[in-house]
């Protein structure tokens, strides 16, 4: 198994700017896409940020469309999550997957293995 393992997270000021990275721990990703999904307190999870395991393909929720960029790369077995013009509400436990698939899925049933999660805090 590939278990993702994320870093990167913290506290910031609305505004500013966080980068994520995932590295995989064991193989490699695998021809997998990767994805990123974030959980707010009190909210379900939901679906952040997409890219095919070539990084020919990004999908983005529209809640982050054009302040988030995701890429890949696969020399290095870590994807990577650019998040700028952060807002309060992109507060959350930002969590790394990996797709059982190698094209671009939003439903997080479509992920089979998950990271730990890496907290987020937006402050306004």
């Known amino acids: 198994q590939v278990q993702p393992v994320e870093s990167g997270g913290g506290l910031v000021q609305a505004g500013g700017s966080l980068s994520l990275s995932c590295a995989a721990s064991g193989r490699t990703f695998s021809n997998s896409a990767m994805g990123w999904f974030r959980r707010a307190l009190g909210k379900d999870r939901e679906f952040v940020a997409v890219?095919?395991?070539?990084?020919?393909?990004?999908f983005y929720a529209d809640s982050v469309k054009g302040r988030f960029t995701i890429f890949i790369d696969n020399s290095k077995n870590t994807v990577s999550l650019q998040m700028n013009s952060l807002k309060p509400e992109d507060t959350a436990v930002y969590y790394c997957?990996?797709?059982?698939?190698?094209?671009?899925?939003?439903?997080?049933?479509?992920?089979?293995?998950w990271g730990q999660g890496t907290q987020v805090t937006v402050s306004s």
């Open positions: 997957t990996r797709s059982l698939y190698s094209g671009v899925r939003i439903a997080s049933t479509d992920y089979g293995y």
């Open positions: 890219i095919s395991w070539n990084g020919g393909t990004t």
